[in-house]
T-cell receptor
Framework: SAVISQKPSRDICQRGTSLTIQCQVD?????MFWYRQQPGQSLTLIAT?????????ESGFVIDKFPISRPNLTFSTLTVSNMSPEDSSIYLC??????????FGSGTRLTVV | GDSVTQMEGPVTLSEEAFLTINCTYT??????LFWYVQYPGEGLQLLLK?????DKGSNKGFEATYRKETTSFHLEKGSVQVSDSAVYFC??????????????FGTGTQLKVEL
């Protein structure tokens, strides 16, 4: 199955700033998914990124706040813009592994102060 | 829409005890079902999966059977170890991953195993 390298693994950021999270996959994949895991909560899908087209955002998430790039079939970035303490979460990328499986990156633990 | 309901935690067990974590789902069609595990400070790892009714997924002593009639996918292990302490997430997907089908997660159940 695919291996995902996600970075940074953690960061502490000032409110009002932006952070870009990167995910690199060791094979070409059609879809990449970005999730948020707020403290003590489950995972919520932010958006689905398909190479060559704009990302599809879930209800409650907007492109201005979470812009996503997908320049090729092995790479994607998620930016958390104009951060506030409420954005403190773990952010994870995920890819389908073929068939019915999914692989996750190790996550980015973001703290906004 | 799709949803997953799993038992609240934390669940605290003694080593070698029997584990059951309940999971039920609501979905249109015929979803695939998953259990993911998140060890402290780490990302999600796939524990097991089942893609059709009556399938049994198994891994590392854990098992779960896809029960369409009860819309359930309960996780079981006969004898837990301290190293099994983690958060367990039940999840479903409506179809083939290449079709952009997302995972819908339950709220997670924290398991603590004590000596």
């Amino acid at each position: 199955s695919a291996v995902i390298s996600q970075k940074p693994s953690r960061d502490i950021c000032q409110r009002g700033t932006s952070l870009t999270i990167q995910c690199q996959v060791d094979s070409q994949v059609t879809m990449m998914f970005w999730y948020r895991q707020q403290p003590g909560q489950s995972l919520t899908l932010i958006a689905t990124a398909n190479q060559g087209s704009e990302a599809t955002y879930e209800s409650g998430f907007v492109i201005d706040k979470f812009p996503i790039s997908r320049p090729n079939l092995t790479f994607s970035t998620l930016t958390v813009s104009n951060m506030s303490p409420e954005d403190s979460s773990i952010y994870l990328c995920s890819v389908g592994t073929g068939g019915y499986g999914y692989t996750f990156g190790s996550g980015t633990r973001l703290t906004v102060v | 829409g799709d949803s997953v309901t799993q038992m609240e935690g934390p669940v605290t067990l003694s080593e070698e005890a029997f584990l059951t974590i309940n999971c039920t789902y609501t979905a249109t069609g015929y979803p695939s079902l998953f259990w993911y595990v998140q060890y402290p400070g780490e990302g999600l790892q796939l524990l097991l999966k089942a893609t059709k009714a009556d399938d049994k997924g198994s891994n590392k002593g854990f098992e779960a059977t896809y029960r369409k009639e009860t819309t359930s996918f309960h996780l079981e292990k006969g004898s837990v170890q301290v190293s099994d302490s983690a958060v367990y997430f039940c999840a479903l997907s409506d179809g083939f991953t290449g079709g952009g089908n997302k995972l819908t997660f339950g709220t997670g159940t924290q398991l603590k195993v004590e000596l």
